[in-house]
């Protein structure tokens, strides 16, 4: 790790801190921002966020290395972590910590692009049956139960048997494709409520057909369950993803999804332990960042908690 | 009530049905014939007229529909390409091994997850709460696979407390016959059942503590409170059997859950069930295992669900005498 | 002269509010007696503490963010309540002094039926077994006018309406025969008609039994008809207590006056257009919060004869003579100068 790198890391915590403090000040002119930050993990999880987000951005500034270089595989694989390699590196000499700063790319790419399809169909479906109620509800709740029924992995995993290698882009349809239904439900039960209430008749007496009064009216105001469903979906496909790139089906060797990190440091895992354990604690705290930023935005959106 | 139930058990099935028809649309996108193999390899003649005449595949769609429903109902899912034996055979020496991982992961996810968010209620934001709450805020965020590893690592690697896999010990005791084998095979399922339990309980303990603090903000606990009754009897008898209501929801929740943690875990720890089964089968490109796993798997998710909502239907009065 | 059932010294609860509006002094030196067998009337709008003060006095403050300041005392057949341990207080509590609710509905636990929990405070209280319990509470349904006791014994409360869940209440406090039942605005969640019911339940049973009945409420009509003394609180305080009859004949406080003033009567003559007639009376302001209480006497801001004593001095309560000392005392200023009880020009 040379200078210019622990002044990139050191800036990439400043950056995130910085995003914090931000985040405060503005949350602070709001009732429901005020509320989210009084969960005592809130803080904490957007400055793991923030912090994530930096080294992604400035990953060629902030890893020491490349991801794909292997050093020495002579003489300083496996290696402990030390000062010059700060989490150790792999069975082929890869410096762990640089792989995991470009890790941070491939999770948050995924995790973001999978989860942006998946909350996009699953509020437009919720609201369309939400608000035309009769048979397209009675359907398109059909298809949600059945979507419910299926396990994720296990439709992944039947896809790439069926059609053997399965390519990123595709991966991250598929992600997002199979993981809509929850949300699907929650928008719909919001617009179930909101479509009773005045605005939606006021701009129906205006003539807007119904697109209109869907996605101008009555989406961005339930807009509570989207953002919850949101920042929680990362979460559950950075899960996914590290899962599937963990037995060989998601992102291919040698890019360092973190999952195919902890693969690839399986076998050795007694002799250095440090090449698996680091991009599983990666995961969780990435993973943990969003459920405490979730959980303190539900709270913090909760109309209940409006009225008290 | 029972026309409900009926109503329930008719959707349930439904669903399972509109899984098979899609599974079963598929594999017809991916490959026409039961003979076609990706790598090119074809099946034995043999075998593959026999599966021809079983699934007709000359005939059109509709035809093989009608005889791929046939042949499930008689329990007939194909023929594994890479054991060389029916499916069903297959699944069958697995699935109970994935059920009995799966009962108890369940089991130490409830006891473990009531507990503490009891407990955690009780002591609602002092430090207890907060530290516990914590932890199980970090366990529920860890991929499974990588907490089974960590288990795995500084338990049966490190301190050597318990077997690094499997079902039980193979040359000892090959088949359950007295205590000493039944004792070990509790000890082979501690780690992988601990790893998708501890996982599960951090969940149910967050539920449960919300479950809980709702009750307790209840006029009826102060009603009880007023009546005289000891603490004790007012949480664990008047908050706690409201506050299980909701729980019961969850316990529909973790079958999937379990099912998908149980394709990773069970890799880690080399435990013979289907999540296993399934991932051999992708490496051996025998997708009639992995068909048939996935289509065993949703029919156990809806089963779990139909389940959950007859208890819930039961446990809660207000739902059980609408029709009285 | 007997003793006092109840005696409540200088209660004070008070309240800490998050994110710093300072404390709510909900209860703030509130002083009273009740004597067995009789009904005491509570009475005031919302926010002057009546509540809190009934929930004081069976400890059933929530301990933080509320709690009950030392100094204050109540006693009760001569035991200091607030000296208890939770085992002794745990005794009295449903047993000798019971208490309901003003929502039936939500007081009621949804997933037992109103027989195990009519049952559940004589199990717990004396000692008898299932069987015997449920008996009682087959009496007990039988007593608040419940038809078919022995079929609704086993029903939820959410099959009941909510005259029949407030029955289920008083049943469920008086399983254990106590001597003094607290009703915290009994009928304020339930239809005209039931609320006469119920009154008149309580007026039945309290005859039958003997007991002595605290009956908070901001209903005079309530009042009248049943108290045989009445209490007045304003901002945490008490401002008069007096018999009922003297109350509504000779009120002294303007708090009071207004409020009697307020009650629409049916030989008021209507408003007219070109004025004239009788509009509805209605105190001007409002009620101060608890956490900023105005200084002086709490009323002056709404009073129509207040001065600057009035702003200055906080006036203690003063007795109002016509018998013995102590039946009608008044918290006002006018008692020590009533030429100023002249109506300001409005």
């Known amino acids: ?308 | 009530m029972t026309a409900w139930l009926a109503r329930r058990v008719a959707a349930s099935v439904a669903i399972v049905f509109t899984v098979v028809t899609l599974t079963f649309v598929l594999v017809h996108l991916a490959h026409g014939t039961p003979c076609g193999q990706p790598d090119g390899q074809p099946l034995p003649p043999e075998t593959c007229r026999r599966l021809c005449a079983e699934f007709g595949c000359d005939q059109p769609l509709v035809v093989q529909y009608v005889k791929y429903l046939a042949g499930l109902a008689h329990g007939h899912m194909g023929q594994s390409f890479g054991q060389h034996r029916p499916v069903i055979d297959a699944l069958g020496d697995a699935i109970p091994n994935t059920l009995t991982l799966a009962v108890a992961a369940l089991l130490i996810d409830f006891a473990l997850g009531l507990a503490l968010g009891i407990y955690q209620a009780a002591r609602a934001r002092r430090f207890g709460d907060v530290a516990l709450g914590n932890v199980a805020l970090f366990v529920n965020s860890m991929p499974a696979f990588w907490l089974g590893l960590v288990l795995l690592l500084v338990f049966a690697q490190w301190l050597r407390w318990f077997p690094v896999g499997g079902t039980h010990d193979v040359v000892l005791c090959p088949a359950l016959d007295s205590l000493r084998c039944a004792g070990d095979r509790v000890w082979h399922l501690v780690l992988p059942a601990l790893t998708l339990g501890l996982i599960g309980a951090a969940n149910t303990a967050r539920f449960q503590r919300a479950a809980m603090l709702e009750v307790l903000g209840q006029d009826y606990v102060r009603t009880a409170r007023a009546k005289g009754l000891s603490e004790r009897r007012v949480v664990l008898v008047h908050v706690l059997r409201n506050a299980l209501l909701p729980i019961i929801t969850l316990f529909g929740l973790a079958f999937p859950f379990l099912l998908a943690g149980a394709v990773l875990v069970e890799t880690i720890f080399a435990w013979p069930g289907m999540g296993r089964l399934s991932v051999t089968a992708i490496g051996q490109r025998d997708y009639p295992v992995v068909t048939a796993a996935a289509l065993i798997a949703s029919a156990m998710v809806a089963l779990g669900s139909l389940l959950a909502d007859v208890l819930y239907a039961v446990a809660d009065p207000r739902i059980r005498t609408r029709g009285e | 002269m007997t003793e006092p059932l109840l005696r409540v010294r200088d209660l004070r609860t008070y309240f800490v509010t998050e994110h710093g509006s300072g404390t709510a002094r909900a209860v703030d030196g509130v002083s009273f007696e009740l004597f067995p067998g009789e009904t005491l009337g509570i009475v005031g709008e919302s926010g002057c503490g009546k509540t809190v003060t009934s929930l004081s006095i069976l400890r059933l403050i929530p301990e933080p963010p509320g709690h009950i300041r030392p100094g204050s005392f109540i006693e009760f057949e001569g035991r200091n309540l607030l000296a208890l341990a939770p085992r002794e207080l745990r005794a009295v509590r449903g047993n000798q002094i019971a208490m309901i609710f003003q929502e039936p509905m939500t007081s009621l636990n949804p997933v037992f039926t109103v027989g195990d929990q009519i049952a559940e405070a004589a199990i717990v209280h004396q000692g008898l077994s299932r069987r015997a319990a449920r008996a009682r509470a087959i009496a007990m349904l039988q007593l608040v006018g419940i038809p078919d006791p022995g079929e609704r014994v086993d029903h939820y409360p959410h099959q009941m309406s909510g005259g029949m869940r407030q029955r289920v209440m008083i049943a469920m406090a008086l399983v254990c025969h106590p001597k003094l039942l607290i009703a915290d605005e009994p009928t304020t969640a339930l239809d005209v008609t039931i609320q006469a019911q119920i009154i008149e339940l309580l007026d039945r049973l309290q005859a039958e039994l003997g007991m002595a009945v605290m009956l908070i409420t901001h209903d005079l009509g309530i009042v009248a008809g049943s108290a045989d003394r009445v209490v007045v609180m304003y901002a945490g305080q008490v401002v008069e207590q007096a018999p009922t009859p003297e109350l509504f004949g000779h009120p002294l406080h303007p708090y009071t006056e207004g409020l009697l003033a307020s009650v629409p009567r049916l030989d008021t003559p209507p408003a007219r257009a070109g004025g004239g007639g009788g509009k509805l009376h209605s105190i001007p302001g409002q009620v101060p919060a608890a956490t900023a209480w105005p200084a002086g006497c709490r009323f002056h801001p709404r009073c129509p004869y207040a001065w600057d004593r009035c702003r200055q001095e906080e006036p203690p309560l003063l007795d109002a003579g016509g018998g013995e000392p102590g039946t009608h005392t008044v918290r006002c200023w006018l008692l020590t100068e009533p030429r100023r009880r002249t109506p300001r020009v409005s």
């Open chain 1, 1 to 308: 790790m040379s200078v210019w790198t622990w002044l990139a890391l050191a800036g990439a915590v400043v950056a995130a801190l910085a995003v914090v403090a931000e985040v405060r000040r503005r949350a602070a002119a709001s009732a429901p921002g005020r509320r989210f930050f009084r969960h005592p993990t809130a803080a904490p999880g957007i400055f793991v966020l923030a912090f994530f987000l930096a080294i992604a951005l400035a990953a060629p500034l902030v890893a020491p290395y490349p991801w794909y270089l292997q050093i020495d595989i002579v003489h300083v694989a496996d290696r402990p972590p030390s000062a010059r390699f700060l989490l150790g590196t792999d069975l082929y000499s890869r410096d762990v910590w640089s792989r995991i700063v470009y890790g941070a790319r491939i999770s948050l790419g995924i995790g973001t692009l999978a989860m942006l399809l998946a909350v996009t169909v699953g509020a437009a479906v919720g609201a369309v049956a939400g608000y035309f109620r009769r048979w397209v509800d009675t359907t398109l709740m059909r298809l949600v139960d059945v979507g419910l029924a299926m396990p994720r992995i296990f439709v992944l995993l039947l896809v790439v048997a069926l059609w053997g290698h399965v390519s990123v882009p595709l991966l991250v349809l598929l992600i997002g494709l199979t993981g809509w239904f929850g949300t699907s439900r929650l928008v719909r039960a919001e617009v179930l409520s909101l479509r009773e209430r005045e605005f939606v008749a006021a701009a129906r007496a205006l003539g807007a057909g119904p697109t209109r009064v869907i996605f101008r009216h009555v989406l961005p105001n339930a807009a509570a369950p989207i953002i919850v469903s949101a920042a929680l979906g990362i979460g559950n496909v950075v899960l996914l993803e590290a899962g599937l790139s963990f037995l060989g089906f998601g992102v291919p060797a040698p890019r360092p999804s973190w999952g195919t990190m902890i693969a690839e440091g399986w076998p050795k895992i007694t002799a250095a332990p440090w090449a698996s354990l680091f991009p599983g604690l990666a995961i969780s705290l990435l993973v943990m960042a969003l459920n405490a930023v979730g959980d303190a935005l539900r709270d913090a959106l909760d109309p209940r908690k409006e009225a008290a």
